[in-house]
T-cell receptor, first 111, second 113 residues
Framework: AQRVTQPEKLLSVFKGAPVELKCNYSYSGSPELFWYVQYSRQRLQLLLRHISRESIKGFTADLNKGETSFHLKKPFAQEEDSAMYYCALKAGGTSYGKLTFGQGTILTVHP | ETGVTQSPTHLIKTRGQQVTLRCSSQ?????VSWYQQALGQGPQFIFQ???????GRGNFPPRFSGLQFPNYSSELNVNALELDDSALYLCASGWGINTGELFFGEGSRLTVL
């Protein structure tokens, strides 16, 4: 069975500071990893996925299979980044679209 | 482009009752998934439907059932409601049987008394 752990429930930084949201996973196969975000009063939405290796809103995330991690990083946080962030894993094989989510991290960026 | 819509947004039921939640997928999507989100937790996978067939199920008992219709809309039915069923139920749609790129609705908040 797969598991996703986000060790920080709350993370506070000041505007302009670097931010890193941690995500660790447990899965024996080759996973797909995602970051989903929920801004205040909005629905859950996809932020980025590891296979596309892109930067979205200044955020990047690198899949580290050795450390089984997929941390989300941004060099200079903005107030509009304040939101709930979920790391999610999709297993291979016949898991189809099942996503396993972490418990989430609430990021607050102070002015 | 119309996003994922869910109804009702809020509802209250008593233990033992049955509930039906509805979802309209985003235009062009052929996969729908349902997730349960308890307070303070991440969403938990219930099941997925593709071309009107269930093809993936999480750790939920059979009293959680669903349907997907030819127009790709969907229903989640929960029988014999228990207090622990109180949660936000999220519907998500996507393209393809194996997609992890999901588009979520705003959810239906169920309270069981």
């Amino acid at each position: 069975a797969q598991r996703v752990t986000q060790p920080e429930k709350l993370l506070s930084v000041f505007k302009g500071a670097p931010v890193e949201l941690k995500c660790n996973y447990s899965y024996s196969g080759s996973p797909e990893l995602f970051w989903y975000v929920q801004y205040s009063r909005q629905r859950l939405q996809l932020l980025l996925r590891h296979i596309s290796r892109e930067s979205i809103k200044g955020f990047t995330a690198d899949l580290n299979k050795g450390e089984t991690s997929f941390h989300l990083k941004k060099p200079f946080a903005q107030e509009e980044d304040s939101a709930m962030y979920y790391c999610a894993l999709k297993a291979g094989g016949t898991s189809y679209g099942k996503l396993t989510f972490g418990q989430g991290t609430i990021l607050t960026v102070h002015p | 482009e119309t996003g994922v819509t869910q109804s009702p947004t809020h509802l209250i039921k008593t233990r033992g009752q049955q509930v039906t939640l509805r979802c309209s997928s985003q235009s062009g999507h052929n996969t729908v998934s349902w997730y349960q989100q308890a307070l303070g937790q991440g969403p938990q996978f219930i099941f997925q439907y593709y071309r009107e067939e269930e093809n993936g199920r999480g750790n939920f008992p059979p009293r959680f059932s669903g349907l997907q219709f030819p127009n790709y809309s969907s229903e989640l039915n929960v029988n014999a409601l228990e207090l622990d069923d109180s949660a936000l139920y999220l519907c998500a749609s996507g393209w393809g049987i194996n997609t992890g790129e999901l588009f979520f609705g705003e959810g239906s908040r169920l309270t069981v008394l």
